[in-house]
Every structure is written in structure tokens, then in C-alpha cells.
């Protein structure tokens, strides 16, 4: 079979999408990408031997007036010719993985008839994915939605990469806490700025990583307490190592951030993206919070409130708690759950 992925924008998009298109690949099928010249797919991809073609879609949410116009006829465009790469590959199923690249890349789909099959990250829908659900055949979800799921909706996680099952999960014995702390791909300015200082306040030997995003590493480490052992990276390729390697990880709550943590049995201090569209990160956060696996910390909540809750963690030994492997859903299976109910509509 030849399959269609298109994901562009953030790893919370691109790198569930490069899971599935491995997936596709093991199982002798054939895939092309869809994404755009300047998103984050147009590094990672082409490195994994994935045939990329773009288009040039931009965003349409939170943009100005000339700007939207701008993107409507980018979309026009993009559509037109992501039919061109449909029939001239001879595609059999596209799969959406979210963002804004989606939109004309299902349009494409339905015009050409056909299989459109969706993942949704989060806890609920994008925009794009919003549009396109009563179209798909199938739409994958990686969290129970907020709202309810509907026939075409399946959960079966979010494809993450494949870890060590075997891996021992007991419980930190060394009297040194390891932190992992991390923004995302992307960085973030509140976690660089605000939770060293947070850290600071806790009496307790402790051991940080800290992910400051690309161009984000400056000053970071300074803010930290000369006691405390840190290691400040704009970017670690391998964040499940850092994340076994941790008691807990403080991060904000994309979706594939809380797959990876819950998947290897850590718990999280979550600080949800206060501007994520439709507050989707909140939602994201409140699904972990409910499994007794993490702490919510809001941006608008003030900063003596993140450190009682830091040591709150400490205190009381919650993250202990959370060294949990056993997970709701099993996203190690997300791809091979996805492929095999895509497989089963021929």
C-alpha cells in the first residue's frame, strides 16, 4: 500500500507522524510526506529516508486580516497540489496528524476519494481535524476527548518511539532528586525563567537537566542555585533517556511529552501553554492530573504557589508515586494499532 502522512509544525505533530510512517515502512509499505519548507519536518524527515514534498500552507488561527488572506490562498494552492501528488504517487490512504498542513491535505483526500484517516494528539480536536472528522474514515485519538468521541473515533494513544520493556522501574533509592526540565522542542521563556528560581527554594541534594530550546540557553544555568548539579541543553535528541533518568520531569503538557513520561513511568509538574489553541494543553494536563500521575501549575498563578508545590512533590514523596509503568494507554502500541485497523478497511 502507499500512504500519504502529513504532519508539519512541532515534534508534538511531526514526531508521532515519523513513529506511524516507520511503522508503514517495517511492514514493506510505501510513504511520502507532505509538509511545508520551513517547519520542523523539513529537517527530521529527509534524515529517515521519507520521500518530503511541500506545499506552501501556512497558518489561519490568531493571524491578522491580510494574513488570513494570505493563507486562504495558500490553502487553494496547497490543495491543488497535494491532488497532484495523490494521483501522480497513486496514493491509498492519507493520514493527518494535525496542524494546519492537514486542512488542504484532507481536502485533497476527499476530493480525490480517498481513505482519510486522522490522529488527533490532544484532548481535543484541532482546527484542522475539527473540519475534517465527518469526512474521515477513520480519526485515531492519543487522549479520550474532552468532549466525547463520536463512531469513526478510536483511542489507541500516541505512536512514541520504542524503548527497553524490560527496562527495571523501581524506585529512586539515591537520596539525590533528578529533575528533568523542559519546555519542548520549542523552549520555553516562563520555565527557563521561573522554575530554577522555584528549585532554588527546595533544602534537598538535587540533580537538574534542563531543555532550554534552540537559542534559549543563555543565562539559564545562572539562575540556578550554585548547590544544585545542573546541565543546561538547548535540546536533547534522546529525551526518553533523560526521562528514565529522572524522579520526575517538570515540562509543559503536549501531548507527546505526557505520552513519553506516562509510557516510562514518571510523573510530571505540568505547566500547560497558557496560548495552545482551544487551551488544549490544560486539557491534556487534566487527563494526567485524573491518573494520579502529576501536579497542574498555571501561568497565571503566582510563583510562591509553583515553589509549595515543588515542595509539595518533595515532601511528601509524590513522585515516588508516580514511578508507575503501567499506563492507561499503551502508546508503544499506537502505530501498530493504526495500521492495523487502516489495513482492515480494504
Not at 501549575?297 to 515532601?315: A, D, T, V
Amino acid at each position: 500500500m502507499k500512504f500519504l502522512i502529513t504532519a508539519a509544525g512541532t515534534g508534538g505533530h511531526v514526531f508521532p507522524a515519523l513513529e506511524f510512517a516507520r511503522e508503514c515502512i517495517n511492514q514493506k509499505h510505501e510513504v511520502i510526506w507532505v509538509g511545508t519548507t520551513k517547519g520542523f519536518e523539513s529537517k527530521i524527515v529527509p534524515e529517515h529516508d521519507i520521500q518530503l514534498l511541500t506545499v506552501p500552507m501556512s497558518g489561519f488561527r490568531g493571524k491578522g486580516f491580510l494574513d488570513q488572506i494570505k493563507s486562504i490562498i495558500r490553502l487553494v494552492i496547497s490543495t491543488i497540489k497535494t491532488i497532484f501528488y495523490i494521483f501522480h504517487h497513486r496514493i491509498n490512504f492519507v493520514v493527518c496528524f494535525g496542524g494546519y498542513v492537514s486542512l488542504p491535505v484532507g481536502i485533497a483526500a476527499i476530493i480525490c476519494g480517498k481513505y482519510l484517516i486522522l490522529h488527533e494528539q490532544n484532548s481535543v480536536l484541532g482546527t484542522s481535524n475539527k473540519l475534517l472528522t465527518r469526512f474521515a474514515k477513520i480519526v485515531f485519538l492519543g487522549f479520550p476527548l474532552h468532549q466525547g468521541k463520536k463512531k469513526n473515533m478510536q483511542i489507541v494513544g500516541n505512536p512514541i518511539r520504542a524503548f527497553d520493556t524490560n527496562q527495571d522501574f523501581n524506585r529512586a533509592t539515591s537520596e539525590t532528586i533528578k529533575i528533568y526540565v523542559t519546555g519542548g522542542s520549542q523552549g520555553s521563556e516562563f520555565i527557563n525563567n521561573n522554575i530554577p528560581i522555584a528549585i532554588n527554594s527546595l533544602d534537598a541534594s538535587l540533580n537538574i537537566k534542563h531543555q532550554s530550546g534552540v537559542n534559549k540557553s543563555e543565562g539559564v544555568k545562572d539562575l540556578y542555585s550554585s548547590k544544585i548539579t545542573v546541565e543546561v541543553a538547548e535540546f536533547y535528541q534522546s529525551p526518553q533517556e533523560i526521562i528514565r533518568w529522572s524522579d520526575f520531569v517538570i515540562c509543559r503538557a503536549g501531548a507527546l511529552t505526557l505520552s513519553e513520561v506516562s509510557s516510562l513511568g514518571r510523573g510530571c509538574l505540568m505547566i500547560p501553554l497558557p496560548s495552545s489553541i482551544d487551551n488544549h494543553q490544560l486539557l491534556n494536563a487534566q487527563e494526567i492530573s485524573n491518573l494520579k500521575k502529576g501536579l497542574i501549575h498555571e501561568e497565571h498563578e503566582s510563583l510562591n504557589l509553583l515553589s509549595n508545590r515543588l515542595q509539595k512533590i518533595y515532601n511528601k514523596k509524590l513522585y515516588l508515586n508516580w514511578q508507575n509503568p503501567v499506563s492507561k494507554i499503551d502508546h508503544l502500541q499506537a502505530s501498530k494499532r493504526m495500521l492495523s485497523s487502516i489495513l482492515k478497511i480494504i
